[in-house]
């Protein structure tokens, strides 16, 4: 290597760095026996804030739900801890079949005809979705409607930045006018999106289908607990963060990703299916029966190249909707709303408080609301509180604050919040 480079030894290529710099003292202090190195980090530990028992009302992207105690049961088991993600045809049976229960229950919450065993998280998901919906439709363009998480904008462009694909913000007027390139490969839209606001996907997926592209929809799957799924409207492509499922925040991943799509679409699909099938003695087993993203496979005619352990988390997920079946996604869905607008209805009543509502347009948990103070100071007064504010979203909406309500909220929680939003509101009003 040092011959290719054009050196002939190593420290030439450090020469830029001070000498004084190069190998600096660690300056370790004196070693410690283990129960002193234990004593002294259960010191350390006991200067953090234990946010799981705050009242929070940040939402944003990561929610706050109740995690029964059979996910951890099943996570903990020593089959599924140390299994990686099942890319090779020879994977355990118990790791491949949790992947195929992941992949049912997700396809079942959508309404569609096939999931996939995971992505690495809902941004990237989301990417990926744009990049089949160009190579479905072998057009170049894809066009994510202004109202999604400018999160998802950015991974989108990060993706397709040298794949020869254009990403392009749209409006909604432009979107239901028909104004929308020809070269357009899809409509991607975030429902409920950045502001909480569900979008009318009907209209959404009319529009892209009138223009010859493909209609694609990221989503918060508590959602569909109680609102229509994607499946529904004939929506080509669905993916969302898999996170609200069963998995803890854990100060922001690992998550899995959820990708859905039509049966038609499948050879474009990015990611692994794994299938079910029988052996020659009639016996039920699992196999990957489809991984076209495989690099070692297709190599440069792969999808894509995921290539992480979202294994573990799909079996978070999984175990979480089995758990709750359909009755139960429901009543957490149907919790969320209700709180979350008591909680907006209260706010709105408060002088110099003002949620910001879409006329023709509802909300699920989150909502905008505008403050009479800067939002960083509102989260700094509620924290000194012991609460966990909203998120501060004033590059969107001036002084705004996006608040989020979950099943996990009780009412006194949103009292408390709203006396104190009470006692900021009065003090900048006099």
């Given at each position: 290597m040092?011959?290719?480079?054009?050196?002939?030894?190593?420290?030439?290529?450090?020469?830029?760095?001070?000498?004084?710099?190069?190998?600096?003292?660690?300056?370790?202090?004196?070693?410690a026996?283990?129960?002193?190195?234990?004593?002294?980090?259960?010191?350390?530990?006991?200067?953090?804030?234990?946010?799981?028992t705050?009242?929070?009302?940040?939402?944003?992207?990561a929610?706050?739900?109740?995690?029964?105690a059979?996910?951890?049961?099943?996570?903990?088991?020593?089959?599924?801890?140390?299994?990686?993600?099942?890319?090779?045809?020879?994977?355990?049976?118990?790791?491949?079949?949790?992947?195929?229960?992941?992949?049912?229950?997700?396809?079942?919450?959508?309404?569609?005809?096939?999931?996939?065993?995971?992505?690495?998280?809902?941004?990237?998901?989301?990417?990926?979705a744009?990049?089949m919906?160009?190579?479905?439709?072998?057009?170049?363009?894809?066009?994510?409607?202004?109202?999604?998480?400018r999160?998802?904008?950015?991974?989108?462009?990060?993706y397709?930045?040298?794949?020869?694909?254009?990403?392009?913000a749209?409006?909604?007027?432009?979107?239901?006018?028909?104004?929308?390139?020809?070269?357009?490969a899809?409509?991607?839209?975030?429902?409920?999106?950045?502001?909480?606001?569900?979008?009318?996907?009907?209209?959404?997926?009319?529009?892209?289908?009138?223009?010859?592209?493909?209609?694609?929809?990221?989503?918060?799957?508590?959602?569909l607990?109680m609102?229509?799924?994607?499946?529904?409207?004939?929506?080509?492509?669905?993916?969302?963060?898999?996170?609200?499922?069963?998995?803890?925040?854990?100060f922001?991943?690992?998550?899995?990703?959820?990708f859905?799509?039509?049966?038609?679409?499948?050879?474009?699909?990015?990611?692994?299916?794994?299938?079910?099938?029988?052996?020659?003695?009639?016996?039920t087993?699992?196999?990957?029966?489809?991984?076209?993203?495989?690099?070692?496979?297709?190599?440069?005619?792969?999808?894509?190249?995921?290539?992480?352990?979202?294994?573990?988390?799909g079996?978070?997920?999984?175990?979480?909707?089995?758990?709750?079946g359909?009755?139960?996604?429901?009543?957490?869905?149907?919790?969320?709303?209700?709180?979350?607008?008591?909680?907006?209805?209260?706010?709105?009543?408060?002088?110099s408080?003002?949620?910001?509502?879409?006329?023709?347009?509802?909300?699920?948990?989150?909502?905008?609301?505008?403050?009479?103070?800067?939002?960083?100071?509102?989260?700094?007064?509620?924290?000194e509180?012991?609460?966990?504010?909203?998120?501060?979203?004033?590059?969107?909406?001036?002084?705004?604050?996006?608040?989020?309500?979950?099943?996990?909220?009780?009412?006194?929680?949103?009292?408390?919040?709203?006396?104190?939003?009470?006692?900021?509101?009065?003090?900048?009003?006099?």
């Amino acid at each position: 290597m040092l011959a290719t480079i054009g050196v002939d030894q190593f420290d030439e290529l450090i020469t830029d760095i001070p000498e004084e710099h190069r190998n600096p003292p660690l300056r370790l202090p004196d070693s410690a026996s283990e129960l002193e190195v234990t004593s002294r980090m259960q010191a350390l530990a006991a200067l953090n804030q234990d946010a799981g028992t705050q009242p929070s009302f940040l939402g944003g992207g990561a929610y706050r739900h109740f995690i029964p105690a059979t996910v951890g049961a099943v996570l903990q088991r020593g089959e599924f801890v140390t299994s990686y993600t099942p890319y090779q045809p020879e994977a355990a049976q118990g790791v491949l079949q949790s992947g195929f229960e992941f992949q049912s229950a997700v396809a079942q919450i959508f309404d569609m005809e096939v999931a996939n065993a995971g992505m690495y998280d809902g941004p990237t998901a989301f990417a990926e979705a744009g990049l089949m919906a160009a190579r479905v439709s072998r057009r170049n363009r894809i066009l994510i409607l202004d109202t999604a998480d400018r999160r998802l904008f950015e991974v989108a462009e990060a993706y397709t930045r040298y794949q020869q694909v254009e990403v392009e913000a749209i409006s909604r007027e432009r979107v239901m006018n028909g104004d929308i390139p020809d070269d357009a490969a899809c409509i991607a839209f975030q429902s409920p999106n950045f502001l909480g606001r569900i979008e009318d996907v009907q209209a959404l997926t009319d529009a892209a289908h009138d223009a010859g592209a493909l209609s694609v929809m990221h989503t918060y799957p508590i959602t569909l607990g109680m609102f229509k799924p994607p499946g529904a409207f004939g929506v080509d492509i669905a993916t969302a963060e898999g996170q609200p499922l069963g998995v803890p925040l854990t100060f922001g991943g690992a998550y899995v990703g959820l990708f859905t799509t039509k049966q038609r679409y499948i050879r474009q699909l990015p990611g692994r299916i794994i299938g079910k099938t029988t052996d020659t003695m009639g016996r039920t087993g699992y196999t990957l029966t489809l991984q076209t993203r495989e690099q070692h496979i297709r190599r440069e005619r792969a999808t894509s190249n995921i290539c992480t352990s979202t294994q573990l988390i799909g079996l978070m997920v999984a175990v979480y909707c089995a758990t709750m079946g359909p009755s139960g996604l429901r009543q957490v869905a149907e919790l969320s709303y209700h709180k979350a607008h008591y909680l907006a209805n209260a706010i709105d009543a408060l002088p110099s408080w003002k949620v910001i509502r879409a006329e023709g347009s509802t909300f699920f948990n989150e909502f905008p609301v505008q403050c009479p103070i800067a939002p960083a100071e509102v989260n700094r007064r509620l924290a000194e509180r012991g609460i966990i504010g909203g998120l501060d979203v004033g590059h969107v909406v001036p002084n705004g604050m996006l608040f989020c309500a979950t099943e996990m909220n009780s009412r006194s929680e949103a009292d408390r919040l709203i006396a104190s939003l009470k006692d900021m509101g009065y003090g900048a009003a006099a």
